[in-house]
Every structure is written in structure tokens, then in C-alpha cells.
């Protein structure tokens, strides 16, 4: 049955799923292309254990890179286990169904890293919001697909101070945990991020985001895609507590265009662009049952990429 739905959603959507899209595929803001292989053809390695996958995730070498079973102890505060991918030219792949880090991940002055299969829990939000499941901080030509980010501490997965070209597709980003703080994907930390200007290009595409109060995403600077993906509210996780959805802020422009959104309150939020520097572009959106705003606010920005098999909102 499951393959049968993957032939469907090929054939109608018309994308190889096991090849980058988006932003991740550009050099900059231009439409330059860029290949990202990751690893490329390096002979395969599976680990085991949380040290060997720190180990080859920082040595400067190109790696194809396995992980079989669940690896790390988790983490709370600035306390625990946490994988530094700071070595470029990587494929990080789960081999199973389920694959589970119990570690942060954080990609630092790195470039064409893939990272694929992966299931990130964290400790749930709480008063420290000290680490995110994920962060890529000033690296550039990142794919990530198929991997789910849950109960982050303090948020699921940030892009910030000079990354960019980043893609997300087939993700999940969730809470599961009752908090004011499940805030799930900030792009750029701050106003204040001089390295982020004229980066921070992302798109997000074929995602699902599950019961998150905020940042889905909230980005600053970035020219950011946020195109067919689903968007679900649960009163029981989010009641009592502000729910904003897709928001651009300073220097950002966002295209949100033919997502769903289903149970959302103020799915498009446009009180973050104080100065009126950045722009929300609503395009043949669907929402039900969603209250609070729906409209968008300024311009965007035409992608450089081909998303011609993106599907209409009611597919």
C-alpha cells in the first residue's frame, strides 16, 4: 500500500524523491545551480555509536554516512549529547524506519551536507530554552528530508547567523507537550544579524506542522518558500497560549503558496515586520477552520528553481 501511495505521489507531483529541491540547489540568491551530493559516491560507513558518528561527521573527508539503531543518551539544558556536523561534503542517512538520535544536531561552517531519515526528540520546551533539536548556523547547500523534530527545548529547528541554501521536504516538525515556548523553526536569531543579510534563503516543501504554537516558520533577512505543506492545530496542546503561524519579519520575504491549513489560528502573522522591511506573499492557500488573520502583507520574490511539479492546495 505504502508503495503504492509513493507511485501516486510521484506520478502526480512529478519530483524524483531521492534528489534535492528548492533553495538547497542555488548558489546564493541567483540562479545559479549547485549539485549537492553530500557524500557523493564514498564508500558507505554504518555506525553504531554516538562517537564514531561525531567522529566522521568532523573529519574533513567526504562521508556516506549510516546509522543503525538509536544512538545518543538525550539531553536538557546545555547538558547532554549533541552531534556537530562541521565537516562539509557529508550524507547522514537513517538506516531504518524510525532511525532515532537522542543528541541535538548542529551544522556549523559546513557546506553540501545531506541528512536523511532521522528522528529528533528533544526534552520537550521548558524555562532553559537553551538548545534546538537542529541548527545550522553559517553553512551553506543543506537538503534535509524525511526526518521528524519533536518537543524541541527551544524550538525544532533553527537557520541562523549566515546560513544558507537550505532545503527541508517530507519533515515533520511537532510538539506533543503542553507550553507557552513550542516554538518550532526561527530563521535568523535576532534584527541585529548583520551575516544573515542577503542569506538565509529557504524553502520548506512537503512538510507537516503538528500542534506548534509558533515560528512555522519566523524568519528575518531570508527569501523564504513555503509551498505545499500541511499545517494542523490541537486545542489540547495550544490552547491558552498565542498561535501564530507562517510570519515574516525584518528584510524577509516569504512566499506561502497552495499549503493547508487546517484547526490554525492566525496561520499568516504579519506583527513581526515592525518596520515594514520584509513581506508575506499569500498564494491559493486553502485554511479550515482557521481563525485570525489569512491575509499576507507586501511582496515576495520570484524562486530561481524549478517547483513546476508543486500541486494545487486541495491535492
Not at 518537543?151 to 517530507?170: I, L, M, P, R, S
Request: with cysteine; proline share 4%.
Amino acid at each position: 500500500f505504502l508503495l503504492a501511495v509513493g507511485f501516486a505521489v510521484c506520478a502526480s507531483a512529478a519530483v524524483d524523491q531521492c534528489k534535492p529541491i528548492g533553495w538547497a540547489t542555488r548558489s546564493g540568491r541567483t540562479s545559479t545551480p549547485f549539485e549537492v551530493t553530500g557524500g557523493g559516491n564514498a564508500a558507505p560507513i554504518t555506525v553504531t555509536t554516538l562517537a564514531d558518528l561525531q567522529k566522521y561527521a568532523k573529519d574533513s573527508s567526504p562521508r556516506v554516512i549510516y546509522i543503525d539503531g538509536t544512538l545518543g543518551s538525550g539531553w536538557n539544558g546545555k547538558s547532554g549529547d549533541r552531534v556537530d556536523i562541521t565537516g562539509s561534503n557529508k550524507t547522514i542517512i537513517g538506516l531504518r524506519p524510525g532511525t532515532e538520535l537522542k543528541a541535538v544536531v548542529y551544522i556549523k561552517k559546513a557546506s553540501n551536507i545531506i541528512l536523511r531519515n532521522i528522528v529528533i526528540k528533544g526534552p520537550g520546551s521548558n524555562a532553559d530554552q537553551a538548545w534546538d533539536n537542529f541548527n545550522i548556523e553559517n553553512a551553506q547547500n543543506i537538503w534535509v528530508d524525511h526526518c521528524e523534530f519533536w518537543d524541541g527545548q527551544d524550538g525544532n529547528a533553527d537557520v541562523v547567523k549566515g546560513a544558507d541554501n537550505v532545503t527541508f521536504t517530507w519533515c515533520k516538525f511537532g510538539y506533543t507537550r503542553k507550553s507557552n515556548h513550542n516554538l518550532s523553526n526561527l530563521i535568523a536569531s535576532s534584527d541585529d544579524e548583520p551575516a544573515s543579510v542577503g542569506k538565509l534563503n529557504i524553502t520548506f516543501m512537503f512538510n507537516w506542522w503538528v500542534a506548534a504554537n509558533q515560528r512555522k516558520p519566523r524568519c528575518r533577512y531570508g527569501n523564504v518558500h513555503v509551498i505545499n505543506n500541511l499545517y494542523t492545530g490541537n486545542s489540547s496542546i495550544t490552547a491558552g497560549t498565542a498561535v501564530l503561524g507562517v510570519s515574516a519579519g525584518v528584510q524577509c520575504h516569504v512566499r506561502t503558496e497552495k499549503n493547508v491549513f487546517i484547526d490554525e489560528n492566525d496561520p499568516i502573522y504579519n506583527g513581526n515586520n515592525t518596520d515594514g522591511s520584509g513581506g508575506n506573499e499569500v498564494i491559493d492557500n486553502i485554511f479550515t477552520n482557521c481563525s485570525g488573520n489569512t491575509k499576507g502583507q507586501g511582496t515576495s520574490f520570484t524562486p530561481p528553481y524549478d517547483y513546476s511539479f508543486a500541486l494545487p492546495a486541495n491535492q
